[in-house]
């Protein structure tokens, strides 16, 4: 059987190892920022420097969260509802929860003030005060906007559309930046805010340019943005979803679109899998966090390579191209990976019970599982590759065919980590929680550790071409890629069913577990 | 007899925790999954699976998420599966929990249409007189041990309810007087 570390010591290195990682990311950009604001030659690009920083912190405060579906703490406002606690409390309660979420935002202002106020070419005296100000603006309007954003990604149509329009906005510094400030948001954002902005104030306010105007600003901006997030914050406490006046029944016609893919699907199958496969495309597509995903794998993962992409192309004069759909195919199956790999049964919850109450082997259901995963992901793969056609980017049919074949040689290899980690590390996970992360922590942990190694066998495909100059190379490990991952996948099944023949009750028992008043 | 798993499952018809049920898909959907599970064809099993939601009530709803249904709506779609591909042996846990009492009489009328035609019931239910006046055979469990079991003439005596049996052989608790303020 495979085994995944199990020791207390690897389990404590695997838990710490990605936020050792995060935190030392941020704590080196900290560092840098420190260097670059205490350094007083640079001190003349502060002026423009600095509001273009603070507004990239602002996009990142907001909306990461919702990006990166690592929310973060906050209060279950369903939960403690019932109890006679003031909402003014709650809402200091959640602020406060928006700075413990997201430490390495203060961080990075910390580093800032501090560098600001050593500048011995600068009287910066004001800065903590400014840039408190601001950190104070960011959680209180987080605050604010946390609950309706969930609510708009976790809804339909209309508002999932908005959500995906914030998420895409979050690629906006990648494009500004890449292309130079020469389209008009970046000229806006790098020379044209006005000083009333946010920004704009906070970096006077910190230089000590124009105090008062500023500080008045700033407290303007602070007060509407804490009025606005309590106001949003009550809101959320009162609504109760099912008595608003925009709900309906969620309705899902047997004959609607994923149902007739699932039929198609599932005439290639014997009739039980058949009937896995179908009801898990359906559960799937129905999902709020899965739909996200599958939205934001084929636009914004497009948006953030673009702009690589078309760097590439001015540099160099040979297909440039032909590797950037691969990418982004590679980039979409990550963020798939969290809902259809990793964790399996989470969304199914309590649920996943019913599955060992019904005649159907084990293997069936994990098979059942894998191949919708398969079909999400050639469905995705091909949705990159229309959206990449639309926007007139050249795709030959090699290059096509290169990114389905590194897509499902990936996947191959996702499903057999994913079939290890969904029985060994379950976790429930509300299917209506759009932006929470469907794995646990000890599997992006595990995860962590398992993304390089399985990305060996395709990135040696890569190095075949680059050592031999020829996409024979590149095709052949890519098939001994592809075999050496069938067989893999078979082992990673046989160890996925025996765990589940001695340790179901042990993993039923973490796919209901519930959180407290505080979830994550 | 891990061997016979799945032979002997198909020949049980379970009434899941409403909890157990894929929020995510239809009534009718999943009734269709379940019936193609116990090995029904597909035509087969949706037949089967719209005359079980006009039975139990459930027809306006044939394209609603579960996630939407009501508890008892969700009982009586548990009722539905269990009952789908014709069971020998029903296990029911707390079938009536949460049920209306439209609901409740219906599905009781059901069991019993079932025994009478050879099918063995075995419920679990906190709910002495539902068990008083549905049962034949009674086994009390207390602290996961059996500790009774027989026929109900035999665990009732002196015209006592089972409820009498049951406090008078187990009752640990507190007399809610003995605290002032309550």
Redesign the interface.
């Known amino acids: 059987m495979l085994r995944l570390p199990g020791s207390s010591l690897l389990r404590v290195v695997a838990s710490f190892l990605p936020l050792a990682l995060w935190y030392g990311i941020w704590g080196l950009l900290s560092a840098l920022a420190y260097f670059f604001l205490s350094s007083p030659g640079n001190a003349r690009l502060f002026p423009v420097a600095l509001p273009v920083g603070l507004m990239f912190l602002v996009f990142y405060w907001q909306l990461g969260p919702l990006l990166t579906s690592l929310p973060g703490a906050s209060l279950d406002l369903r939960r403690l509802s019932i109890y006679p606690v003031p909402v003014g409390q709650l809402f200091v309660a959640e602020v406060l929860l928006r700075f413990i979420a997201a430490p390495e935002l203060p961080l990075l202002l910390a580093a800032v003030g501090i560098g600001l106020m050593v500048n011995p070419s600068l009287n910066a005296r004001t800065a903590p005060a400014a840039l408190a100000m601001f950190a104070l603006f960011n959680a209180c309007l987080a605050a604010g906007l946390r609950y309706p954003l969930q609510r708009w990604a976790g809804g339909r149509h209309f508002h999932q559309a908005v959500a995906l329009i914030l998420i895409l906005m979050v690629a906006l510094p990648q494009v500004v930046l890449a292309t130079n400030f020469r389209l008009p948001v970046g000229r806006w954002i790098l020379m044209e805010q006005p000083g009333w902005w946010l920004c704009t104030a906070t970096a006077r306010a910190s230089l000590g340019c124009d105090l008062t105007s500023a500080f008045v600003c700033l407290a303007v901006w602070l007060v509407a943005a804490y009025y606005f997030g309590h106001w949003q914050f009550s809101q959320s406490i009162c609504r109760d979803v099912r008595a608003s006046p925009d709900y309906r029944?969620?309705?899902?016609?047997?004959g609607g679109v994923v149902?007739t893919l699932a039929g198609l699907v599932s005439v290639l199958f014997p009739?039980?899998l058949?009937?896995?496969v179908?009801?898990e495309l359906?559960?799937?597509a129905?999902?709020p966090r899965f739909r996200v995903v599958f939205m934001m794998a084929f636009s914004f993962g497009v948006m953030v390579f673009l702009p690589m992409a078309l760097h590439a192309g001015r540099e160099s004069g040979r297909d440039p191209f032909h590797d950037y759909l691969t990418i982004i195919c590679a980039y979409a199956l990550l963020l798939l990976a969290d809902v259809v790999f990793w964790n399996v049964f989470g969304?199914?919850?309590?649920?996943a019970?019913?599955y060992f109450?019904?005649?159907?082997?084990t293997r069936y259901i994990l098979l059942a599982k894998n191949l919708a995963a398969i079909t999400f992901v050639v469905l995705e793969t091909t949705l990159v590759v229309v959206v990449w056609k639309l926007i007139r980017m050249p795709a030959s049919a090699g290059s096509v065919a290169q990114a389905y074949a590194v897509t499902l040689c990936l996947t191959i290899y996702l499903l057999s980590a994913g079939n290890l980690s969904s029985v060994r590390l379950p976790y429930g996970v509300k299917?209506?929680r759009a932006t929470s992360a469907v794995s646990s922590g000890r599997v992006r942990a595990f995860l962590l550790l398992i993304y390089p190694l399985i990305s060996v066998p395709v990135v040696l495909a890569f190095v075949a071409r680059y050592a031999f100059d020829t996409q024979a190379a590149f095709w052949m490990v890519l098939g001994f890629a592809a075999c050496l991952g069938v067989a893999v996948y078979r082992l990673a099944m046989e160890s996925a069913i025996k765990w589940i023949?001695h340790h179901r009750e042990e993993m039923l028992k973490r796919l209901t577990a519930s959180s407290g008043p505080a979830g994550v | 007899m891990p061997d016979k798993a799945l032979e002997i499952k198909k020949r049980i018809g379970v009434v899941p925790d409403e909890s157990w049920l894929f929020d995510r898909l239809t009534g009718l959907e999943f009734l269709e999954f379940v019936g193609r599970m116990y090995g029904l064809s597909r035509s087969m099993a949706r037949q089967r699976a719209g005359e079980l939601l006009e039975l139990f009530a459930l027809d306006g709803a044939t394209d609603k998420l579960i996630a939407d249904y009501s508890k008892g709506m969700r009982k009586r779609l548990s009722m539905g599966a269990a009952l789908i591909h014709r069971p020998e042996l029903f296990l029911l846990d707390e079938p009536f929990e949460g049920v209306d009492a439209m609901g409740a009489r219906l599905m009781k009328g059901i069991l019993q249409d079932q025994v009478k035609r050879g099918a063995t019931v075995f419920l679990t239910s906190h709910v002495l007189e539902v068990v008083e006046r549905l049962c034949d055979r009674v086994a009390i469990i207390h602290q996961g041990r059996l500790v009774a079991e027989g026929g109900m003439a035999d665990l009732r005596t002196g015209g006592d309810t089972l409820e009498d049996v049951f406090v008078r052989l187990f009752w640990t608790g507190v007399d809610p007087e003995r605290i002032d303020w309550l």
Request: hydrophobic share 40%.
């Open positions: 029944p969620r309705m899902a016609k047997f149902a009739d039980r058949a009937a896995l179908e009801k359906c559960s799937l129905r999902t969304l199914d919850n309590n649920a019970q019913m109450l019904l005649p159907c082997s299917p209506e023949a």
